[in-house]
């Protein structure tokens, strides 16, 4: 479906962000990242770095896709630590006008707002398109039993993807007039 790519910025295996990830996945048939399975070191700038295979197929496959959902849980305020250093390793040519959705897991409590603007703020950086809506998914959104979202919240996931969808069509139609 259009080429979407979800990047999940969440660490433990088994947690929300990648039981929503699946989910997304499933769902909508699209590709997803793991962070943790994508094998990339710390960022030290060394020029060997952008020659290792696990960093040209990450930036690949990120150059490939039409749009991205990132998806991160709230760490202290912010996008996690491992997120922010996988996506250091990209580049405006990735993501420059790329339509970008954000979806951040929280804790509850009000929290998850300021992961998404830390969000924002980084793709803004790339000259990626963060497109308007956005969501925070507290844990009790999350059906357990069967891996999935309750009603309300597959909604707001499902007019996010909608949105998204409409913002690569728009990107890709007037690419095709430049
Ligand atoms: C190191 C750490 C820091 C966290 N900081 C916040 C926070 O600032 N705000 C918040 O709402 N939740 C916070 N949480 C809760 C997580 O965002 C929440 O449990 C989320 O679902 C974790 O994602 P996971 O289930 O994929 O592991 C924190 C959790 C951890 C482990």
Redesign the pocket.
Known sequence: MDRILVING?M?KG????LLTRYIARKYDVDYIDISDANLPFLTGEEEQWRLPSVINFKEKVRFSSGIILIS?????GMTGALKNTLDFLTSDELEYKPVALIA???G?K??INCLNNMRTVMRGFYANVIPKQIVLD?ECFNYDDASLWDEPAQLVNDLVKELQMFIKITSEVASKM
């Not at 947690?15 to 990648?18: H, I, L, M, N, S």
């Open positions: 969440g433990p947690g929300r962000t990648e849980p709230e760490y202290h305020g897991t929280a804790g409590g929290g998850g844990p």
